[in-house]
T-cell receptor, first 111, second 109 residues
Framework: NAGVTQTPKFRVLKTGQSMTLLCAQDMNHEYMYWYRQDPGMGLRLIHYSVGEGTTAKGEVPDGYNVSRLKKQNFLLGLESAAPSQTSVYFC??????????FGPGTRLTVL | KNEVEQSPQNLTAQEGEFITINCSYSVGISALHWLQQHPGGGIVSLFMLSSGKKKHGRLIATINIQEKHSSLHITASHPRDSAVYICAVATNRDDKIIFGKGTRLHILP
């Protein structure tokens, strides 16, 4: 099993550009999450999904969109990137018994 | 007030010392997690607890459900234990995980 993978690992964008972060898991988990991690803030939930075809807003959803067309993939989109979205993004999946598995993270810089 | 509070925020200790990191929470939970993150690194799950105590090598995690408190202990600490330790709870009200802000641990050789 590859676990939870994220692509890309690093990305630099200019303000206004768009991009999509891909999270994939091969453990057949229903629950998937996108978090951002900023210094002094801890992990904050952006969006999450409780199953294929479902998505829900988390704590800091503004400026992001998500899709879960396939159970194994959870995509995070930035339509018009802003410097405030410079962060490290982590994807995670969770079992129904609350075991968590994190991806390796994506370091995004918006200039 | 944050629903998950950790203390201390930062901790520096000498190699070999016994380390304790505390986590208090104010919500009903179905499980509590202790996570480890090395500088610039990914997040690794150390323990998941719903009651009692778990031990893995030099690491011990305990939880008191009645007091809504958990501790992570490291015995015979080593410089490679230097990392950020994060407490997180799976609430019993929804499907979300709530994270503490982490404790930055630095073990001096």
């Amino acid at each position: 099993n590859a676990g939870v993978t994220q692509t890309p690992k690093f990305r630099v964008l200019k303000t206004g550009q768009s991009m999509t972060l891909l999270c994939a898991q091969d453990m057949n988990h229903e629950y998937m999450y996108w978090y951002r991690q900023d210094p002094g803030m801890g992990l904050r939930l952006i969006h999450y999904s409780v199953g294929e075809g479902t998505t829900a807003k988390g704590e800091v959803p503004d400026g992001y969109n998500v899709s879960r067309l396939k159970k194994q993939n959870f995509l995070l989109g930035l339509e018009s990137a802003a410097p405030s979205q410079t962060s490290v993004y982590f994807c995670a999946s969770k079992t129904t018994t609350n075991e968590q598995f994190f991806g390796p993270g994506t370091r995004l810089t918006v200039l | 007030k944050n629903e998950v509070e950790q203390s201390p925020q930062n901790l520096t200790a000498q190699e070999g010392e016994f380390i304790t990191i505390n986590c208090s929470y104010s919500v009903g939970i179905s499980a509590l997690h202790w996570l480890q993150q090395h500088p610039g690194g990914g997040i690794v799950s150390l323990f998941m607890l719903s009651s009692g105590k778990k031990k893995h090598g030099r690491l011990i995690a305990t939880i008191n459900i009645q007091e809504k408190h958990s501790s992570l202990h490291i015995t015979a600490s080593h410089p490679r234990d230097s990392a950020v330790y994060i407490c997180a709870v799976a609430t019993n009200r929804d499907d979300k995980i709530i994270f503490g802000k982490g404790t930055r641990l630095h073990i001096l050789p």
